[in-house]
Nanobody
Framework: QVQLVESGGGLVQPGGSLRLSCAAS????????IGWFRQAPGKEREVISC????????YFADSVKGRFAISRDNAKNTAYLQMNRLKPEDTAVYYC???????????????WGQGTQVTVSS
């Protein structure tokens, strides 16, 4: 069965950290770029980070640049989003997805995870 499964979300205080994981099963992540998206209540889904398949060059939205880091471990068939210095405005459901051209500029995502809730609150 082909699927992506996110994990690592939860409740964290402002200024805290979380690491999200995106584990693939039924296929290999090697040739895909991996995008991380989030959707807050009442807002559109936005792409916040992406890592390419080849050189691993990352993309970050301005809203998370300098606070979030993205990585991938192809041996574990897993991608990660390290989120530091979290803010209440980071509260959202976070999703990972695979980009079929292997490039963060491609913008064509096929497989999506089910999402994991991140809540930043004191």
């Amino acid at each position: 069965q082909v699927q992506l499964v996110e994990s690592g979300g939860g409740l964290v205080q402002p200024g805290g950290s979380l690491r999200l994981s995106c584990a693939a099963s039924g296929f290999t992540l090697d040739y895909y770029a991996i995008g991380w998206f989030r959707q807050a209540p009442g807002k559109e889904r936005e792409v916040i980070s992406c890592i390419s398949s080849s050189d691993g060059s990352p993309y970050f939205a301005d809203s998370v640049k300098g606070r979030f880091a993205i990585s991938r471990d192809n041996a574990k068939n897993t991608a990660y989003l390290q989120m530091n210095r979290l803010k209440p405005e980071d509260t959202a459901v976070y999703y990972c997805a695979t980009e079929i051209f292997g490039s963060c500029q491609g913008g064509v995502y096929d497989y999506w995870g089910q999402g994991t809730q991140v809540t930043v609150s004191s």
